[in-house]
């Protein structure tokens, strides 16, 4: 049973945390008592999402990350075991789409999002899983969708990265799981942000919407309780799934 208290004395990272999803993940972890690093870019955003934490009380660190870059993951995860201990649970938020039809991606924006999507939940979760080990436990929560099993167009690089993304939680769980490591992914279907919200009130979004089969958006805390219960002890035999949260979206 899930409590406030289901993570306390638990240590989070969480990738891209300035916005989205990985906001609503770090404040819900928060939340539940663990201490969180909220791991990004963008630090002004980061240190005012501290600074809200840190008024209810949570204890909140900020670290500058470039998944992109392998040198600043490895160097922001040993800020927070200098500043706490090694981490209990890493949640692999951060992602980006282009929308774009196939015969038109270029190199660029091909390497961009699959390294984002892909190459850079690889060497999070490298950098986090080898500190793991040395403790003999942890919980790596992937963030995929949906759309790494039931792809649509114009969306090619970035259905490839999620289904790249759902592999590599799968050998990922295998080879860790003798440390006592869990590795799952959440799969969110269509879920309102304020970046998408506009895309959504147009024909084509509310087609979308109406292809859902409780006809409606996901919201951000829609996914609250599978990743409170990946993150959690609750789900200590639970490793290489892939959890889908999509309105029966994936089953229509």
Same mark, same amino acid.
């Given at each position: 049973?899930?409590?406030?208290?289901?993570?306390?004395?638990?240590? +989070?990272?969480?990738?891209?945390?300035?916005?989205?999803?990985?906001?609503?993940?770090?404040?819900?972890?928060?939340?539940?008592?663990?201490? /969180?690093?909220?791991?990004?870019?963008?630090?002004?955003?980061?240190?005012?999402?501290?600074?809200?934490?840190?008024?209810?009380?949570?204890?909140?660190?900020?670290?500058?990350?470039?998944?992109?870059?392998?040198?600043?993951?490895?160097?922001?995860?040993?800020?927070?075991? &200098?500043?706490?201990?090694?981490?209990? *649970?890493?949640?692999?938020?951060?992602?980006?789409?282009?929308?774009?039809?196939?015969?038109? /991606?270029?190199?660029?924006?091909?390497?961009?999002?699959?390294?984002?999507?892909?190459?850079?939940?690889?060497?999070?979760?490298?950098?986090?899983?080898?500190?793991?080990?040395?403790?003999? &436990?942890?919980?790596?929560?992937? *963030?995929?969708?949906?759309?790494?099993?039931?792809?649509?167009?114009?969306?090619?690089?970035?259905?490839?990265?999620?289904?790249?993304?759902?592999?590599?939680? +799968?050998?990922?769980?295998?080879?860790?799981?003798?440390?006592? *490591?869990?590795?799952?992914?959440?799969?969110?279907?269509?879920?309102?942000?304020?970046?998408?919200?506009?895309?959504?009130?147009?024909?084509?979004?509310?087609?979308?919407?109406?292809? /859902?089969?409780?006809?409606?958006?996901?919201?951000?805390?829609?996914?609250?309780?599978?990743?409170?219960?990946?993150?959690?002890?609750?789900?200590?035999? /639970?490793?290489?799934?892939?959890?889908?949260?999509?309105?029966?979206?994936?089953?229509?």
């Amino acid at each position: 049973m899930l409590s406030t208290n289901s993570l306390k004395d638990k240590i +989070a990272i969480i990738t891209g945390a300035s916005q989205g999803l990985g906001k609503q993940f770090a404040t819900l972890v928060a939340a539940n008592g663990a201490k /969180v690093a909220l791991a990004a870019r963008q630090v002004p955003k980061l240190e005012e999402l501290k600074n809200k934490l840190e008024e209810c009380g949570s204890e909140v660190m900020v670290v500058e990350m470039d998944v992109l870059d392998q040198e600043s993951i490895t160097q922001g995860v040993a800020e927070v075991e &200098s500043k706490w201990a090694i981490p209990d *649970i890493l949640v692999n938020n951060a992602g980006l789409a282009i929308n774009k039809p196939f015969l038109d /991606v270029e190199e660029s924006e091909y390497d961009r999002v699959l390294d984002t999507n892909l190459k850079g939940c690889f060497f999070c979760a490298q950098a986090v899983a080898r500190r793991m080990v040395e403790k003999k &436990s942890g919980s790596i929560i992937n *963030i995929s969708s949906v759309l790494g099993t039931r792809p649509i167009g114009t969306l090619t690089t970035y259905c490839a990265s999620k289904g790249g993304l759902n592999q590599l939680t +799968a050998t990922m769980a295998l080879e860790l799981a003798r440390y006592n *490591i869990r590795v799952n992914a959440i799969a969110p279907g269509y879920i309102e942000t304020p970046m998408n919200s506009d895309f959504f009130k147009s024909p084509p979004g509310e087609a979308l919407i109406n292809s /859902v089969p409780q006809r409606r958006l996901g919201q951000v805390q829609d996914l609250d309780g599978v990743l409170l219960l990946l993150a959690s002890d609750a789900s200590n035999f /639970v490793t290489g799934t892939v959890m889908t949260v999509d309105g029966g979206f994936s089953i229509r």
